[in-house]
């Protein structure tokens, strides 16, 4: 018995379900308050990717439509498993959320304006604002390496927040003036970027 209950926690589809599983279900604010969870999980714990795999799984997973940490599961599941795989991580990742969703709504239509329960979620709401602020420094941290990164990152930010531009401009715009940065950037001698 504990020989096949050892394989079959060694098998990559149950490593899936149960990762993004645990992650639905203990993650409050979902998306990006997910984000640096998925990273330690699939690159420090498990091993699944490399940091640079995770910032690129982070940038497609963003820029898809729908909610990033299932955008993440899917890419991730089907990375390692293929189309079997990405099923399994995006069960394992909506499934707590559909539970807890219908669970809740059960018990809070009984409850109604309790001051206790709204004083829980806005207890709620600041820690899932404190996990995407950290998600923010820690991305920033792995992609602004250079002046440029930075320049660009500022002014998509004052677009989007200051000047209420659409998050889709300041995306494209990255896009065209990164592919053009990269084409014509300063090399020095040994072929490293000039700071």
Known sequence: MTDKLKRLKENMYVQLFLSFFKLGLFTIGGGMAMVPLIQGIVVDEK?????????????????????????????????KKGIPGAVTATLGVILPSFIIIILIIKILSGIGDNRFVNGALTGIKAAATGLIMFSAYKLGKQVLKGWFQVALALCAFAAIVLLDVNAIWPIVGGIILGLIYTKFRPENKDGGEEK
Not at 47 to 73: K, R, Y
């Open 47 to 79: 091993h699944w990717m490399t940091e640079e795999e995770a910032v690129d799984c982070i940038a497609v997973s963003q820029g898809l439509p729908g909610v990033i940490a299932i955008n993440m599961a899917t890419y991730i599941g089907h990375q």
